[in-house]
């Protein structure tokens, strides 16, 4: 029998059940049990990951499901969670895995910058009367452009590097098939396609039902090189090298074997039943030359057609490495913080490694400015964007666009209970078990995802508007509109922002 | 001195051009004229002049026009010069001090040769190179113009004191620009009216760019140094960046400053598109927006160029040889009640007046 107490229990008034066992056909981890003989349903509280699916679908709000306020004796330095950790893994001797991005208390820097707006002396632009500017390309761009004339016709001699073009600058982060459901891949490559904007395939390969939406995908080459042939490459808009994720620098992937099923073992080309291991190096990447090489060879085989995106952790001489990328020969490079998500990640790497996103682009962009060589590179920001506001202060801050995908779930019904790695969401997400895929229509996620984005654009042009700005590429790098507050000289300093009053 | 040197300065403004396309230089006293009547727009605390053709006694000469808070600011900086330049003449510009002007500077001109024999493109860029360390490098000194046969005459009060403080009826020239100005910041700084002068291009400047700041961080990849905190500086910068060291032609410059709309671009004939989408991406720090519409003053010619949704008003007037650009048609009318033509530009849209009797 464990000694970990559960976290939260599962109260059910037994007024308003009418046992219907909704909850206990909805509920993947088993928490409610049937016994017909005694018409009874049991509930079993360590099982319950407090993911709400029971409580929302319950047709008549019998059930409840709360913090276990008497978890242990309140204790400042022993949390509850340490103390869980601690049992756990005595009676295991295994690592603490978990999911989703990183939880604890650490400061967020985009709550502690506000937004300049104008006053009287420039006025404020209303985005209902008067156009406003979203349109983005990522890619890089020359240092200046030559022309030709011709019959004293004026045209352009410079070649352009390949672009993509984003109707917002927002996209959806990679979440490959495997760790998430094909669904939910569909879901996100329709809505980006609706939103003339793109998704990412993580490192699942990309199935043939989503072949269709090519235009709008960015195919990620990871350290498994899963699903990585011809077609993928010639399918995909962007190719983008995985070097490291947000909630987990330095470490690699671990797909179990019993999650890859023929469909996804025919996607990712491996063999159906085996483990899918994407070691946490490339094994022909141990240095910045060999990413060079990685980078030409892409560039070849896609006929220099399609822009190469390099992301990696923000980890803390982010800056440095950034700029060896842009020499490099990247694109575009993605920055995630260590806010971001993941399918399945040692806590204590989860927790503990990496930097926030916001100090990260604000060295970074700063960095190849002070090199003269940003615009040789477009920057995407990720890990832990929360809202149209945290874009906003990311562009503000430098970044060309930014990546969402703990947004994006959300949208498509996730509760953040960070139980990914466990295969059973129940909300059809971070699962391949057909019962459960099922409960994603992904007709409906790509609404919800469309929607939240559109949303987001809205809000983007009211706050451009109030800051009497229209076109997205002026709010790029204008640290001006930025004000910290609460934040030391130093923190202001690596920001590059004044604090407020200032 | 600015006595709030980290604030971003803020004003609001009149601005007036003036060119005889015929080369037929005019006195002074004709902008002043026409600027005065726009006094309501300005409050005292900043106003300002700029005039080509004014030096026909070293018209190959580059002439400093320069601002010093000390004596040691001008010896410095003459230790400097005299490391690039030949100085063939300088001079305390001559200025009438009985007009009452507050916080008056050090003001002093020079006519200066490169010391070596350059092409044009490098001698201008020597000359640029040596404003900026100026600027950036000694305290108290600001080069306020640096072109050949041109300078700017400006400071702290209202543009018909500052005309009568330096004279400028002793001045003919062939371009004039002229601004009156109401900073709500900066108050008292001499450094911070306009015209913003570097070689020989000047701005005179109305509005306020909510992209500054992306604005001055694009340029200081390219060796540009904001350091007198004003949009017009700014604006000054991206002309010199985009004209002079990237070989765009003005009509192109500007519409990268004020670009066309996305929609508009993605309708335009196939070269046409290519060619304005590849300078809106490639020159994405350099679009300006907020609101502003600004004279340009350069050796040739002048242009008006007004932000893309029209924020800011401006007036172009034709009258036989003589081209008027001004915020308010008033002040064109005062000095030349009979136009032959008269029409304000769509915002994004640049009115270019030349010396070779060109008119765009």
């Known amino acids: 029998m464990s000694s970990v107490i559960p976290e939260f229990i599962v109260d059910k008034n037994e007024d308003r059940c009418i046992k219907c066992k909704v909850c206990v056909r909805q509920c993947s981890e088993e928490v409610f049990k049937y016994f017909e003989e005694f018409d009874l349903i049991r509930i079993y509280n360590d099982k319950c990951v407090g993911c709400h699916r029971c409580e929302m679908m319950c047709p008549t709000d019998a059930l409840t499901i709360t913090k276990n306020n008497a978890l242990y004796k309140e204790n400042f330095h022993w949390s509850s969670y340490t103390i869980n950790s601690i049992k756990k893994q005595a009676e295991t001797g295994g690592m603490i895995l978990t999911g989703s991005g990183n939880d604890k208390a650490y400061v967020s820097y985009w709550d502690r910058m506000l ?388 | 001195m600015n006595k709030f040197p980290r604030e971003k300065d803020i004003s609001g403004c009149s601005i007036f051009g003036l060119i005889n396309t015929d080369g037929e230089k005019v006195s002074g006293s004709v902008i002043t004229e026409a600027i005065s009547v726009l006094h309501d727009r300005a409050n005292g605390l900043g106003g300002g002049f700029s005039g080509y053709g004014i030096y026909p006694d070293y018209p190959d000469d580059y002439a400093f026009h320069l601002f010093f808070d000390s004596v040691k600011a001008k010896e410095e900086t003459e230790e400097l010069i005299n490391k690039h330049f030949l100085i063939e003449y300088d001079e305390k510009i001559r200025t009438d001090n009985s007009i009452n002007l507050p916080n008056k500077p050090l003001l002093w001109r020079y006519f200066v040769k490169n010391r070596n024999i350059l092409s044009k493109d490098s001698e201008r860029e020597e000359t640029f190179k040596a404003v900026m360390d100026i600027n950036n490098n000694i305290e108290g000194a600001y080069v306020i113009s640096s072109g050949k046969n041109m300078g700017v005459f400006k400071g702290v009060g209202y543009p018909e004191d500052i005309s009568k403080f330096y004279r400028l009826e002793d001045y003919s020239g062939y371009i004039w620009t002229a601004h009156g100005r109401f900073p709500t910041n900066t108050p008292g700084w001499w450094g911070g009216a306009h015209p913003f002068g570097l070689l020989d291009w000047t701005i005179v400047h109305n509005g306020e760019i909510s992209s500054y700041d992306t604005n001055r961080r694009y340029l200081e990849m390219y060796g540009y140094k904001c350091n007198l905190v004003t949009d017009t500086e700014v604006i000054t910068y991206l002309f010199d960046f985009l004209v002079r060291k990237n070989n765009l032609t003005l009509p192109l410059a500007s519409k990268i400053l004020a670009s066309p709309m996305w929609v508009d671009i993605d309708r335009m004939e196939e070269k046409k598109r290519e060619l304005l989408k590849a300078l809106r991406m490639t020159y994405a720090g350099a679009l300006l927006t907020g609101p502003f519409s600004v004279i340009l003053g350069f050796e040739n010619g002048i242009m008006g160029l007004g932000d893309r949704l029209k924020l800011r008003p401006l007036l172009v007037g034709k009258n036989e040889n003589t081209v008027y650009m001004s915020s308010e048609e008033c002040a064109v009318r005062k000095i030349c009640p009979d136009l032959d033509s008269v029409y304000r530009p769509k915002g994004g849209e640049p009115a270019i007046a030349l010396l070779d009797g060109k008119y765009v």
């Open chain 1, 115 to 502: 937004l300049d707006a104008s006053q009287v002396t420039n006025p404020p632009i209303d985005p209902l009367r008067e156009p406003m500017e979203l349109r983005t390309y990522l890619g890089k761009k020359p240092d200046r452009i030559t022309l030709k004339e011709e019959n004293g016709e004026v045209s352009l001699e410079t070649k352009l590097s390949p672009q993509i073009k984003l109707e917002t600058p927002i996209m959806f982060s990679a979440m490959s098939y495997g760790s998430i459901s094909l669904n939910a891949c569909e879901s996100l490559a329709s809505a980006a396609s609706k939103l003339g904007t793109f998704y990412n395939t993580g490192e699942g390969g990309l199935h043939k039902k989503l072949y269709k939406y090519g235009k709008n995908t960015i195919g990620q080459i990871a350290s498994g090189r899963f699903g990585v042939d011809t077609d993928y490459l010639d399918t995909c808009a962007a190719i983008e090298i995985k070097i490291g994720q947000g909630a987990k620098p330095g470490i690699g992937g671990h797909l179990p074997g019993e999650k890859v099923t023929v469909e996804i073992s025919e996607t990712r080309m491996i063999p159906s039943g085996t483990d899918a291991i994407s070691p946490a190096p490339h094994h022909d990447i141990y240095s910045i030359e060999d990413l060079k090489q990685l980078i030409s060879l892409i560039k070849e085989a896609t006929n220099y057609e399609k822009p190469v995106f390099v992301k990696i952790a923000a980890v803390h001489n982010s800056a440095a490495i950034a700029s060896g990328i842009v020499r490099a020969g990247a694109d575009v490079i993605v920055i995630d913080g260590f806010r971001g998500g993941t399918g399945a990640a040692p806590s204590v790497i989860r927790d503990n490694t990496g930097i926030p996103i916001e100090v990260a682009l604000a060295v970074i962009d700063q960095r190849l400015r002070d090199e003269s060589i940003r615009n040789e590179v477009s920057i995407v920001a990720a890990g832990g964007i929360r809202s149209s506001a945290d874009a906003v202060k990311a562009m503000a801050l430098g970044a060309d666009a930014v990546y969402i995908a703990t947004a994006a779930l959300i949208a498509m019904g996730c509760t953040l209970c960070q139980k990914c790695y466990k295969g059973k969401c129940n909300w059809g997400l971070t699962t391949q078990d057909p019962v459960l895929t099922r409960r994603l229509n992904p007709e409906l996620g790509s609404q919800r995802l469309t929607n939240l984005v559109n949303s987001w654009n809205l809000e983007i042009k009211e706050i451009l508007g109030s800051m009497g700005i229209n076109a997205i590429e002026a709010l790029r790098g204008n640290r001006l509109r930025l004000r910290g507050v609460g934040l030391t000289e130093l923190e202001s300093k690596i920001l590059g922002i004044e604090h407020a009053g200032m």
